[in-house]
């Protein structure tokens, strides 16, 4: 019999609890998983643009890819993409993420369900200088003037963290600048002939130093910093020197799983003592080596043109995000990919074409604004790029949500895993959302042992179907609205007796969330099922 756990699912909105943190893979975990490991060409095939909020499954790869941003006419270029690839979109519990809106400025957005919250009213010194907080949601910094301000999002208060009263110039990050440290603890900054550390938490000049570039860049630990290719320790005395030929390709700085900082670069030369060349070389901060894990010494090819690195998945330690032009046409390995790797262990996986053309864009004033600038979330599941699909004359930002990233958790528990004739089975149902985008049709199936016969649970009570023809299956509940962030339970959904004229066998009790629609053509597609629980039981006589 059917219980009133049944209608309990049917009005989630009057039966839910909120949830608010959206639960990430611990450290180490294997991102690549179901993706695309081989060193083979995956030529780029015509892929019409999806509409604001709608996603396309890549054909080549497989991946969902989801546009969040709609840019409207401008008088300049339409552009509305990630700040950068060493600055992280995302807050610490990625529920809010900041874009940069060209000719508008930076702009604040859900960061599950990507929607629009408002123009934030800053000036940092550079696009790509704000920072959010690692630790804290609720907070980011950015250089402005001669100040470090922190920005609190909740209220839109902003308060002084310091005043560099002796810059009478711009206070800034660099040109090029990388990220701070990953506890929020210090930052490399300079102004006019002078750069500096500057410890946050400690509100205190780490060491200062003359300069006529850019200012050391704060190392993940917060104990090493790097400019020009040299390491330096928070005195800013050199360390050691990287072996890189050009100090000043695209990088970012990351750290490992044994908690070493490490460079991430793209290198087209090898090093003046023999460092590899590659799109990914990764260098040890810590004893200076180096390892090649995108490059030829690993079946890749020599790097593509117009690669940018980004470290920025904070929780996954090791994990390193790549966007690569090379050919827009993304006709050979590598070319027009988004490339996830982990330089623990090497592993290597291709996750999708962002199908920008980069510097190679004819139809934007300023082809700067079609690099794609890949920036990877804090937990490594997600990663925010810019397009401008196929040499368009606009650019919007599109999420690659890989495999692992897991919105909505489904689970079907059943109070015993075996059952004989006369005893009973209770099945309980568990949906939590933590905030997506999408509409569901929701279906709680039991399927027989022959692997077609289901019972299907319908607002009408339950019909006998067939997975062979899913077109005539019946949702328990139609077009649901995962936007908003709940947890609904259904603790006694479904109790039935066995008796002695069963069909003994494994059977499959399968709750699933279902793109609305999509099982009319009378079969289960790549990308119709968002997400599935299931548990399986044996009936024995």
């Known amino acids: 019999m059917l219980t009133k756990g049944r209608s309990v699912l049917a009005a989630l909105a009057a039966a839910s609890v909120a949830v608010a943190l959206l639960p990430m893979p611990a450290a180490g975990a294997d991102l690549c998983q179901g993706l695309i490991g081989d060193r083979a060409p995956h030529a780029s095939t015509p892929l019409a643009k999806p509409a604001l909020g709608k996603t396309v499954v890549d054909p080549e790869f497989g991946t969902r890819i989801r546009r969040i941003t709609a840019v409207g006419p401008a008088s300049g270029d339409a552009v509305i993409k990630p700040m950068y690839s060493t600055t992280s979109a995302w807050n610490a519990d990625e529920s809010k993420m900041i874009l940069y809106h060209v000719g508008r400025g930076h702009e604040l957005y859900d960061g599950r369900t990507y929607a629009f919250i408002r123009a934030l009213p800053i000036a940092p010194a550079d696009i790509e200088q704000v920072y959010w907080h690692t630790s804290d949601p609720d907070v980011f910094f950015f250089p402005t003037g001669n100040r470090l301000v922190r920005y609190h999002v909740a209220t839109g208060a902003q308060d002084t963290v310091h005043t560099f009263g002796s810059c009478t ?213 997600r990663a925010v790029f810019a397009s401008d699909w196929g040499n ?88 649901l609205d995962l936007r908003p962030s709940f947890d609904a339970t259904a603790p006694t959904f479904y109790t039935r007796p066995w008796n002695g004229n069963d069909v003994p066998g494994t059977y499959l009790l399968i709750m699933a969330a279902v793109r609305p629609g999509t099982l009319a053509d009378n079969r289960f597609d790549v990308g119709d099922v968002l997400a599935a629980g299931a548990t399986r039981i044996t009936f024995a006589r």
Do not use: K
């Open 169 to 381: 110039d711009s206070l800034t990050a660099g040109s090029d600048p990388m990220f701070m440290a990953w506890d929020s603890s210090a930052i490399g900054l300079a102004c006019g002939n002078q750069s500096f550390l500057y410890r946050i938490a400690t509100d205190t000049m780490a060491a200062t130093a003359a300069t006529a570039g850019d200012p050391p860049q704060v190392a993940p630990s917060g104990t090493l910093a790097v400019v020009a290719g040299n390491v330096l320790d928070l005195a800013l005395r050199p360390l050691r020197r990287l072996d890189l030929a050009n100090p000043f390709d695209h990088a970012a700085l990351g750290r490992n799983l044994v908690g070493h900082d490490t460079y991430n670069s793209v290198a087209y030369d090898p090093g003046p003592a023999g460092s590899g060349i590659g799109s990914l070389v990764t260098f040890d901060l810590v004893d200076g080596q180096s390892r090649v894990v995108v490059g030829p010494a690993t079946g890749f090819p020599y790097p593509p043109s117009g690669t940018h690195v980004s470290t920025l998945a904070y929780r996954q330690p090791g994990w390193t995000f790549l966007s690569i032009v090379g050919d827009p046409a993304g006709r050979g390995v590598l070319d027009n990919e988004l490339v996830l790797a982990d330089t623990n262990t090497g592993t290597v996986c291709r996750a999708a074409h962002h199908r920008s053309w980069g510097d190679n864009n004819t139809r934007l004033r300023n082809s700067y604004w079609a690099e794609p600038h890949v920036v990877a979330s804090p937990s490594g599941t």
């Open 392 to 479: 368009g004359a606009t650019v919007d930002s599109y999420v690659l949500e890989l495999p692992a990233y897991q919105p909505i958790q489904m689970s079907v528990t059943t109070n015993s895993a075996t059952y004989v004739a006369g005893s009973t089975m209770t099945v309980s149902l568990r949906l939590t959302s933590f905030g997506w985008p999408e509409t569901a049709d929701l279906y709680v199936l039991q399927v027989s042992p022959d692997g077609n016969q289901v019972l299907d649970f319908t607002p009408a009570g339950v019909l006998a179907g067939q997975l062979a023809q899913p077109s005539a299956l019946v949702p328990l509940v139609s077009r």
